[in-house]
Each structure stands twice: as structure tokens, then as C-alpha cells.
């Protein structure tokens, strides 16, 4: 079998050493895509069911879910959107370069990568410090809710908190490993051993992007509307 | 960016060119797609907007699973375990909503 | 290490022939000795077998908690402990049996050793993952195990909102983290087997020559990747509701608890097929080598289990039916589950078919299996009943479920794990176990099962609630026989636990194929190389190519 499903061939000396108990490099690459797209489908039944309690709390409580929409930072959260579309091109572009064999660029494109996802966490914070200091953090029992008036605000806002914060630490850790792996391919031969690591990683990254692609409109856009 | 590029090959430009041309499209499709999903959200225009907003996010799921990593050119397996994920959310949600939109 | 080998495969060897030893490398077992190979180690097999030893340990903990829980039963004025060590003994036996024992008891340890045996594979797809799966369980199991039995826990495993929440003054908190953290163990081994037996099939090994031991294996991994996702959903966010008083959970804020049990039960009833699936995996290699003839149905065997794991995400509700969900709800989830009982009688029809004028031997697996398909098809028609809208309002949270999923869990899952046990003992260890003391233990578990779960059918039946520590005076005499019948039952998990150990250094050395079996698992030494195989196996014509063979059907193999 041959690497049948890359668009293009690979650069000469780019490739994946063979792992003891695989009987080819076929197999281990293939294994690797299943198994990487395997934890991807648990992930995403992780956020969904996220959204499935979101989608029920607008059913039970639509005026108090749309009061707490309208009070979510609309135009941070769309710019922090517009951040992880960027990340996505950089990743695909680290992919793309990682099968060129031009090991220098992927290394920059995963850089870029990483930078961007920080900047995603950084607006994410200056966001939740924006909720703070507009009372918008119902589950600080000592602080005063913005939305007090209607109790079953509390349950949107402080799901939309378990939503990011869990999607935040999928962002963290995915910059982290990334800072890792970009540490190793940026030594020499590491194209020739280790190509599919870049490949498999990049499926994670764009999953993450595409859960926020997800959770930005169900937390942030389609409950603005009555 | 001329500074790199300039110390490349005719050659070396178009393969660039060719591999970053997809990459770069989806990069665009999902840019436009997000603009028309915030100001359907900023200015509310029609009653049941949602439906087209999550109708355009929709798309937008579609294009990364496709394009961006690279699902239509997989093989069947890999085909069937990325919308394996969605179909039992789909039972998820659906046979919740059996119960709510009964109450 | 290389595969080349230095002797001829172990495939064509008379079954009950004297092993070679000379010149073979060591086996799995003896490769190294330190404790470092052990702890660290990638060898699936020897993974297997640190998932053995903490799984029974788990077992003997959930087991004395459930002889706690017996004892405070035997009188009916809860005068031998107070309410609150009642409850958090059969806390700590729910938890830690479903938990801790029953989701990984036959995945972990046989499907570990196993599959990749079966498959002619030299490991499972990622060793590595297979190795942190071990200690995320074992992370999550002790520290949530800690909390239980230090601390005190009174919910009952399912931690239902508002109990758990708002309500009980217990160390819910911990426990909640350290289940949590054992799901994403079970991911993990599920996401190994999902590639395993997708990517590591050995040539010409094609589905429809695995054994059924892999495919209900598979519709296990399937269920653990699709559901196990959305418990720790919920478990997130009941920590978050205990912790931060989140509300979703919480009717004082508009939350609903019925939405957890949603989450819950989306999980934890396709749990119960995690539990019973690979129990049927084992049964169905178990049946066609003590009968001497091919499995009856085997595609209809394999369809089903797929079936199984399919159907099963579709009739959670049936555990809700009186806890406020809709009526539509409750019609949808009744009707959808009498589905469950089709692909379940497609396999125990398919066991009773093999064993009708098969040539049976009654040895000490066997045994079990027999007693398996007995008490699954009681556990199961009673499922049956409590799928049905009226007799569950009357029986709803009596003794009559706790009857009815013991049939299921133990009469199913641990006679299999304890017949599985059994079958592959010579393959995991090289050595055989006393074949009359083993009978003995089979025959006693079956008595003591029955003497022990049948009273609770009667006793649920005529009205008495579970998980209460007291009961009117007339139920005092079908309490204390089930109580007897736990004492049995207890002697007979003794034994086992006893001869199989002493085998260890005093039993007869096995050969590669003591039943005469057919797999690849026994086409290599017991116990197997460290690679598995020394020359790559022969993957067979037809799966359970026994001496009798039925004339069911010509292209039953195409």
C-alpha cells in the first residue's frame, strides 16, 4: 500500500520510521490517523454534551438564556474566532511544509501557530476579567450577579464558563504539546522519523478550532435572537 | 514575506503556490463565513435568524472536516469515524428532546 | 527483537504433546524479572496482568461490601449498623464493583491479552497508551477508593442530583474526581482496541474470521469512545455544580436533575453492555470448544454485537420513568427497548443451537458458560418486565431491579470473567489449575448465586424498596436466605482465588492447547512469547473450524 491518501507524494527523506510491532509504515501511519480521529469523536461528544445542556436551558428558560447571551462579550469572543481561523491556515501551512521537507518553515508556521493560540487565551482572560468586573460571574457566591433579577440566567452564564474553561484547557494543552513537538522537529532528521507526528497533531488543532467554531455561535450568537 | 521568497527558485515559488492555494482558500471561505454569522448576530435581522445562523456554521463544520483536515481525500474508514462523532450526537440530542419537547 | 525464530512454530504440535523448551526464547513471563519490566512495561500481556491483579483487588473490596450490606440486612430494624455506615457500604459496593471492576473486568484483562492474539498481532496498536491507560485507572480507582472508604460516601454509585449535590454531606467531591478520571482510562483502552482491530489484523485474517471474542470486543470499544465522553460531561459538571453551584443541576435555580440523569443514563446504560458484551465475547469461545463443534449462527453472532452497542444508545430513558420525564419520552424508551431483546436472543439461541448435538465436556469453564446462558436469559426477561410501563411503576427502585441487574452483572459478566478465567488461565500463566476444585467452585458460585438474587425477585416484587437499611418484619425470612446464599456464594469466589493461585507454582505446566481449541491464541506457547508468535501464525480457513460442524447454511463463510 502506498501513501495513497496524501494529495501530493512526500519530499524525498520525509517519511515515518517503522515502530517494532507494526509489520510497515503503511499500517503505523494508518493506525495513527484511525486512533488520532478515534479520541477526536470523544472529544466531540465532550463539548456536545456541553451544548445539549445549553440547548435545554434555552428551551426551559429562553427570556433569562437570551438576557445572559446579550450580556456575553459578543465582539471579543468573534474576534478570538477570527484568531483560531488564522491558527488553522498556519497549521495547515506547517502541515503542507512538513511534506515539502522545508523543515525551517514548518517550524515558523508552527510557531505562528502556538502564538496564535496564546493570543486566543489572552483575549480569553481579558474577556473573563471584563465579566468579572461587569458582575458577570454568578458562580462567585460573594459577588453580586449583573442578572440577579432572573435566577435562571446563572445556569447560561455559568455554563458557557464550564464550556470555555474546558475548551481553554484543550487550547493549553494543545500549545504546549505543540511547543514540545516543534522543539524536537526542529532537529535535524526529525522529518524523516516522525513526519505523520505533524499531520496527526494538525487534526487535533483543527478540532479545536472547530469546537469553537461550534461553541462561539451556540454560546455566544444564535441565543441574541428571541 | 519578500525577503524569504526572494531566495526561491521559479520552481520552488510554484509548488509553493500550489500547495498553499487550498489552504489559503479555506482560510478566506471560513473568514467570509464567520462575517456573515456576527452581523446576522449584531444586527438580528428577521425573526428566526438562528436557523440560517447555524444553517452557515454548518458549512463552516463542513469545510474544516473536508478540506481542512483533509477528510475527502481519506479512506472510507477514516470517512465513516468523522461523522461517526456527529451521528451520535445526533441520537444524543435527538432522544433527549423527546423528553423536553414533550414536557 | 526480531520474530525470526529458532525452533518451528508451535502451530502444527499435537495438542497435549511436551512443550519445546530448548533454544526457545523465554516467554512473556520470564522475559525479565524486575519490577521496573513489570511497571513499565509495553508487553500487552504483561499490561493484562497488572489489570488482573488490581481488578481482583477491587473485586474483593466490592465483595466485602457487599457482605456488609448483607449482614446489616439480616435483621429488619437496621439494629447492626446505623444508617449512615449502611449507606456508604453499599456506596462503596456499587462504585467500586461497577467502576472499578465490571466496566474494565474482561476488556482490561482478557481483550488486553487477547486481541492481539487473536488477530496474529505482535502488540496492540499504541503499548504506550495501553500502559497510561493502567495508571490513569489506577490513579483514578485508589484516589476515589480513598475517598469512599476513608472518607464516606452515601449516594450510591449513580451520584443523582439534588443527593449528591445539595444535599449530602459526604466526600462526593473526590469520588466524583476520581471517576471521572477513570473514564478517560477506559477511552483510552477503547481508542487501542477501535485501531488495534482495524489496523494490526494479521494477512488474511478478515472480519469474518475473527473470533467473536473480537467483534463484541469491538462494539465494547465503540460503546467506551461514544459514550464514556458524555459521563465525564456530566461528572464535570456535577463537580462544578457541587463545587460552584453551577444550577444546572439545581431546581432552586430553574436546573433540571432530570437532565443529568439524561447524561448519566446516555452513559451508564450503554455501560451495562460494556459489562455484558465482552462476557458473550467469551462465552462464545468457550461454548464451541467444550462442544466440539463450530459456532451455530456466527454471523448472525458478530451482527448482533454490533447490534448490541447500537441499540443500546437508544433506550436510556427506561431507567426514568418515574422521575418526571414525558409520557412520549417514556412510550419512545419502553417500546425501544424490547428491541434489546432481539440481538441478545440471537445469541443465546445461537449458544443453545451450538450445543445441541454437540460433544460435550462439562469441564470447569463450561460450567460457567452453561450457568451464563441460564442466568442472562432470567436476568434478561426480567429486563423485559421492567422495560414495560406498568409493571416498572410497580416495581420501580425495588429489589426486583436489584435482582434483575445482578442476574445481568454477575450471573453474566463475573460467571464469564470467572469461566474466561478458566479457559485462558493455561494460556496467561503456562500452568493448569485443579480441574475438581474448579468444578467444585463453579457449581457453588451457581447455588450461592441463585440462593443469594432469587428471594430479592419475590421480595422486590412484593414492595420492598432498595437501598434502605430497614424492612417490615415479613420480609426478615427472604432477607437472611439471600444472606445465606451471599455466604456461599462468598466460599465459592474463595476457592478459586485459592487453587488458581496455588497453580501458579504447583500446578501441572500447560500446554499450548490444553482444550484443544481452535484461535490463534492457541497456536502459540502458554504462556506466549513476548512477540506472541515465533513464526507469523496461519490464519485459519473458517473461524471455529471444530470437528462438528452443522449444515446450517453454504455460505455461512463465504
Known amino acids: 500500500m502506498s501513501e495513497s491518501f496524501v494529495n501530493e507524494p512526500l519530499a524525498d527523506g520525509v517519511g515515518v520510521a517503522r515502530a517494532h510491532h507494526f509489520e510497515s509504515v503503511a499500517q503505523q501511519r494508518e493506525a495513527a490517523t484511525l486512533g488520532i480521529w478515534a479520541w477526536l469523536i470523544t472529544e466531540l461528544l465532550l463539548f456536545s454534551a456541553l451544548f445539549l445542556v445549553a440547548l435545554i436551558t434555552r428551551i426551559q428558560h429562553p427570556e433569562a438564556t437570551v438576557a445572559a447571551a446579550r450580556h456575553l462579550k459578543f465582539w471579543i469572543g468573534a474576534t478570538n474566532t477570527v484568531v483560531l481561523i488564522c491558527s488553522s491556515l498556519t497549521m495547515s501551512m506547517a502541515i503542507e511544509f512538513s511534506r515539502m521537507g522545508w523543515q525551517r518553515a514548518m517550524v515558523r508556521a508552527m510557531l505562528a501557530t502556538a502564538a496564535l493560540g496564546a493570543l486566543f487565551l489572552v483575549l480569553k482572560g481579558y474577556e473573563y476579567y471584563a465579566d468579572w468586573s461587569e458582575h458577570m460571574m454568578p458562580f462567585l457566591a460573594d459577588r453580586p450577579f449583573e442578572l440577579a433579577e432572573t435566577p435562571a440566567a446563572r445556569l447560561f452564564v455559568n455554563l458557557y464558563y464550564v464550556a470555555t474553561v474546558l475548551h481553554a484547557v484543550h487550547l493549553f494543552t494543545g500549545i504546549a504539546l505543540l511547543l514540545g513537538m516543534t522543539w524536537m522537529a526542529a532537529k535535524a532528521g526529525f522529518l524523516s522519523r516522525h513526519q505523520n507526528w505533524i499531520e496527526v497533531y494538525g487534526l487535533y488543532w483543527h478540532f479545536i478550532d472547530l469546537v469553537w467554531i461550534l461553541a462561539f455561535p451556540i454560546l455566544y450568537v444564535v441565543n441574541r435572537a428571541t | 514575506m519578500r525577503g524569504p521568497l526572494a531566495s526561491l527558485t521559479a520552481d520552488d515559488r510554484a509548488r509553493l503556490r500550489r500547495r498553499m492555494r487550498t489552504p489559503v482558500l479555506t482560510f478566506l471561505a471560513l473568514l467570509s463565513l464567520l462575517a456573515v454569522n456576527v452581523t446576522l448576530g449584531a444586527t438580528l435581522p428577521f425573526a428566526h435568524v438562528w436557523a440560517l445562523e447555524i444553517a452557515v456554521v454548518g458549512v463552516m463544520v463542513a469545510l474544516i472536516l473536508l478540506v481542512s483536515m483533509e477528510v475527502r481525500k481519506e479512506p472510507p474508514l477514516i470517512r465513516l469515524f468523522s461523522g461517526l462523532g456527529f451521528f451520535w450526537v445526533c441520537i444524543m440530542v435527538g432522544m433527549t428532546l423527546t423528553d423536553y419537547l414533550a414536557r | ?558
Open chain 3, 1 to 558: 527483537m526480531s520474530a525470526s525464530g529458532t525452533v518451528e512454530g508451535a502451530a502444527h504440535r499435537e495438542p497435549h504433546s511436551p512443550e519445546a523448551t530448548i533454544g526457545r526464547k523465554p516467554d512473556y513471563l520470564h522475559a525479565e524479572s524486575t519490577l521496573r519490566s513489570w511497571f513499565l512495561a509495553t508487553d500487552h500481556k504483561r499490561i493484562a496482568i497488572l489489570y488482573l491483579v488490581s481488578i481482583t483487588g477491587f473485586f474483593v473490596i466490592g465483595a466485602l461490601a457487599a457482605g456488609v450490606v448483607r449482614l446489616a440486612l439480616v435483621v429488619p430494624n437496621g439494629a447492626i449498623m446505623s444508617n449512615d455506615t449502611y449507606n456508604k457500604a453499599f456506596t462503596i459496593h456499587g462504585v467500586v464493583m461497577v467502576w472499578f471492576f465490571l466496566i474494565p473486568s474482561i476488556p482490561a484483562t482478557f481483550g488486553n491479552f487477547l486481541i492481539p492474539l487473536m488477530i496474529g498481532a505482535k502488540d496492540l496498536a499504541f503499548p504506550k497508551l495501553n500502559l497510561t491507560s493502567w495508571y490513569v485507572f489506577m490513579a483514578g480507582a485508589l484516589f476515589t477508593l480513598v475517598s469512599v472508604v476513608l472518607g464516606g460516601v452515601d449516594t450510591g454509585w449513580t451520584f443523582y442530583a439534588p443527593l449528591s449535590t445539595a444535599f449530602s454531606n459526604t466526600w462526593v467531591l473526590p469520588a466524583l474526581i476520581g471517576v471521572t478520571i477513570v473514564g478517560f482510562s477506559s477511552i483510552l483502552t477503547g481508542l487501542n482496541f477501535v485501531v488495534t482491530i482495524h489496523t494490526m489484523r494479521a494477512p488474511g485474517m478478515t472480519w469474518f474470521k475473527l473470533p467473536i471474542f473480537v467483534w463484541t470486543h469491538y462494539a465494547t470499544s465503540l460503546i467506551f469512545l461514544l459514550a464514556t465522553p458524555v459521563i465525564t460531561t456530566a461528572l464535570i459538571l456535577l463537580i462544578a455544580e457541587r463545587a460552584f453551584h453551577v444550577g444546572v443541576f439545581d431546581p432552586a435555580f430553574g436546573g433540571d436533575p432530570v437532565l443529568f440523569q439524561h447524561l448519566f443514563w446516555f452513559y451508564s446504560h450503554p455501560a451495562v453492555y460494556i459489562m455484558v458484551l465482552p462476557g458473550m465475547g467469551v462465552i462464545s469461545e468457550i461454548v464451541p470448544a467444550f462442544a466440539r463443534k463450530k459456532l451455530f449462527g456466527y454471523r448472525f453472532v458478530a451482527y448482533a454485537s454490533i447490534g448490541l452497542a447500537s441499540v443500546t444508545f437508544f433506550v436510556w430513558g427506561h431507567h426514568m420513568f418515574i422521575n418526571g420525564q414525558s409520557d412520549l419520552a417514556s412510550l419512545v424508551f419502553s417500546s425501544l427497548s424490547f428491541a434489546v431483546a432481539v440481538p441478545s436472543a440471537v445469541k443465546v439461541y445461537n449458544w443453545t443451537a451450538t450445543i445441541h448435538k454437540g460433544s460435550l465436556r462439562l469441564d470447569t469453564p463450561m460450567l460457567y458458560a452453561m450457568g451464563y446462558i441460564g442466568l442472562f436469559v432470567l436476568g434478561g426477561l426480567t429486563g423485559l418486565y421492567l422495560a414495560t410501563l406498568a409493571i416498572n411503576q410497580h416495581v420501580h427502585a425495588t429489589y426486583f431491579v436489584v435482582a434483575h441487574f445482578h442476574y445481568i452483572m454477575v450471573g453474566g459478566t463475573v460467571l464469564a470473567f470467572l469461566g474466561g478465567l478458566h479457559f485462558w488461565w493455561p494460556k496467561f500463566t503456562g500452568r493448569m489449575y485443579s480441574e475438581p476444585w474448579g468444578r467444585v467452585s463453579a457449581l457453588l458460585i451457581f447455588l450461592g448465586f441463585n440462593v443469594t438474587f432469587f428471594p430479592q425477585f419475590i421480595l422486590g416484587y412484593l414492595g420492598m424498596p432498595r437501598r434502605y437499611a430497614t424492612y417490615p418484619p415479613e420480609f426478615q425470612l427472604l432477607n437472611v436466605l439471600s444472606s445465606a446464599g451471599a455466604t456461599i456464594l462468598a466460599a465459592g469466589y474463595i476457592f478459586p482465588m485459592l487453587y488458581l493461585v496455588y497453580s501458579l507454582w504447583f500446578g501441572r505446566k500447560a500446554p499450548a492447547n490444553p482444550w484443544d481449541a481452535k484461535g490463534l491464541e492457541w497456536e502459540t506457547s502458554s504462556p506466549p512469547p513476548t512477540l506472541n508468535f515465533v513464526s507469523p501464525p496461519e490464519v485459519p480457513r473458517i473461524p471455529y473450524d471444530y470437528p462438528i460442524q452443522a449444515t446450517e447454511s453454504k455460505d455461512q463463510h463465504r
